[in-house]
T-cell receptor
Framework: DVKVTQSSRYLVKRTGEKVFLECVQD?????MFWYRQDPGLGLRLIYF???????EKGDIPEGYSVSREKKERFSLILESASTNQTSMYLC??????????????FGSGTRLTVV | EDQVTQSPEALRLQEGESSSLNCSYT??????LFWYRQDPGKGPEFLFT???AGEEKEKERLKATLTKKESFLHITAPKPEDSATYLC??????????FGEGTQLTVNP
């Protein structure tokens, strides 16, 4: 089974800190995604990447950046954390468009609290 | 603007009481409609992909159907272990998924 591993389950950071959220997948997937999930708002796409060193903005990229130096690793960076970035962050990977039958594979999430 | 809307927000059933969850979508150039299950504190887990109106897929007590504007997730004789949040998502061009807010299902024994 494909596994998507997010480095931290829980993080508490201070306002203004630079925060790195790491995601690693072990199945050679081309595509990787970062979502945030908030009550009443559902999952919203922050950034995605179709290949190494490629990145595309999602629906809510403001305040975030990403890095994909290796195929298996996709990092989300909060340049200067703010309290409104307190959320559950979910990383996903997929073989799209070649394999819709297995959907996206999600990690377990990182619950980030910014104080 | 692509939009996916799920109803109801929350549903409470007794064990064995069948019901359906609704997912309405307005997604231009829909390439696939996806259903996921999410347990508390975990990431969503893939259930089904539907591609065209009239298509149906089944997995244990779950059956997903698709029309031109909606998808339904039918739960037959649910058990407490079916309690979870069920998410649907529409895929648009660029292989991006737009998610609904989910339906939180509780099945009481």
């Amino acid at each position: 089974d494909v596994k998507v591993t997010q480095s931290s389950r829980y993080l508490v950071k201070r306002t203004g800190e630079k925060v790195f959220l790491e995601c690693v997948q072990d199945m050679d997937h081309e595509n990787m995604f970062w979502y945030r999930q908030d009550p009443g708002l559902g999952l919203r796409l922050i950034y995605f990447s179709y290949d190494v060193k490629m990145k595309e903005k999602g629906d809510i990229p403001e305040g975030y950046s990403v890095s994909r130096e290796k195929k298996e690793r996709f990092s989300l960076i909060l340049e200067s954390a703010s309290t409104n970035q307190t959320s559950m962050y979910l990383c996903a990977s997929s073989l799209y468009p070649d394999d819709r039958e297995h959907g996206y594979t999600f990690g377990s999430g990182t619950r980030l609290t910014v104080v | 603007e692509d939009q996916v809307t799920q109803s109801p927000e929350a549903l409470r059933l007794q064990e064995g009481e069948s019901s359906s969850l609704n997912c309405s979508y307005t997604v231009s150039g829909l390439r696939g409609l996806f259903w996921y299950r999410q347990d508390p504190g975990k990431g969503p887990e893939f259930l089904f992909t539907l591609y065209s109106a009239g298509e149906e897929k089944e997995k244990e007590r779950l059956k997903a159907t698709l029309t031109k504007k909606e998808s339904f997730l039918h739960i037959t004789a649910p058990k407490p272990e079916d309690s979870a949040t069920y998410l649907c998502a529409g895929e648009t061009s660029g292989s991006r998924l737009t998610f609904g807010e989910g339906t939180q299902l509780t099945v009481n024994p």
